[in-house]
């Protein structure tokens, strides 16, 4: 008789890359719309596939390998499966790389105005040459922060939002005394709109201090002051990596495996959260291109529902006004 062998599989954890662009009904936050139907079906709905891609690194993928842990891509992320069998040492890391796949992406997409250049340096200290791209987000599962409490608790990946600080650009996200405020020009004396008096009653959306500060070798200069070091794993077409750790010692809920390093019964799942862009709203006449009215406030760029009380912007076009190289506000020109 031939021998047979089975598998048993499960979760090991799952990461929700989640863009409020497409899940936001105009000025209300998709975690604040009432009707749970219509939020059932925003999600069903919902693929990130078709403007982000994500792939685990070449060494993780030797290491899921390794361990017979299959990883998919899903319309709301990414999802890691485990054997029954699979023991899981406690420092294992995996990474994925994610990558934008939409050109119209960084239209609607918050926080996108500073550059994800690449730098190709030379160290005359030790004649090696070193390749960086800025402002690359890195989030963690070590790092990450929670919302809420008990079965509302949600695991986000950023960290903390950070206070004001003089560096501050157009769409930073920043803390004032616990309310969530956003940049609506540069520093100095930057503008700002409000987005909740109490920064916990919203997601942790990615922001600029989710971009960890590069660290260069001795002698090496011209390195920029956010980013990652690109390598054979690495590539250049990162725009955020994501790396998953086994256990973290202080929060257990943020580990995706147990004591015995086996895939927890309840496989954490892990968010990310895109901000949507805000801008001003200028109605301007087709037909001569006189400016007409504006909004008087900054209003978000959603997929669904209408944030102002006219007809809404494209998504793709978001105007930088400048005095001299600071932006002083981001506009949107809806002809009329």
Sequence with gaps: MAERMSSRYKRLFEVRLLHHFWLDEGSTVFDQIADQAKKDARLLAYDVRSFLTSRPTAATQRKLGGLGCPFRETALGLVVAAPDSAVIPPATTFDFIVSVKDPAFLGYTSLTLRPQSLHE??????????????????????????????????LFLSRE???????????????????????????????????????????????????????????????????????????????????????????????????????????????????????????????????????????????????????????GFVKAEKSGSKITRLTSEIYV
């Design 161 to 315: 939002v950070p206070a004001p600080a003089a560096s501050d650009q157009v769409e930073s996200l920043v803390l004032s005394g616990g309310a969530l405020l956003q940049l609506t020009s540069d520093n100095p004396s930057a503008t700002t709109q409000q987005l909740a008096a109490q920064a916990t009653d919203l997601p942790l959306y990615l922001h600029q201090s989710d971009a960890p500060a590069i660290v260069p070798p001795a002698g090496l200069a011209g390195v920029p002051a956010r980013g990652v070091l690109l390598s054979a794993d690495i590539p250049d077409d990162i725009f955020m990596l994501i790396s998953l750790t086994a256990t973290r010692a202080d929060d257990g809920t943020y580990s995706f495996v147990d004591a015995a390093g086996a895939a927890k019964a309840d496989a954490p799942v892990y968010q990310v959260r895109f901000r949507n862009r805000s801008t001003l709203w200028r109605y301007l006449n087709q037909r001569t291109g006189v400016v007409e009215s504006s909004e008087p406030n900054p209003l978000p760029l959603t997929h669904f529902g209408n944030a102002g009380t006219r007809q809404k912007p494209s998504r």
């Design 121 to 154: 340096l030379v160290n005359p200290a030790d004649g090696l040459a070193y390749r960086y791209k800025e402002n690359v987000p890195v989030l963690s599962n070590l790092t990450g922060v929670a919302r809420g409490t008990g079965a509302n608790r949600t």
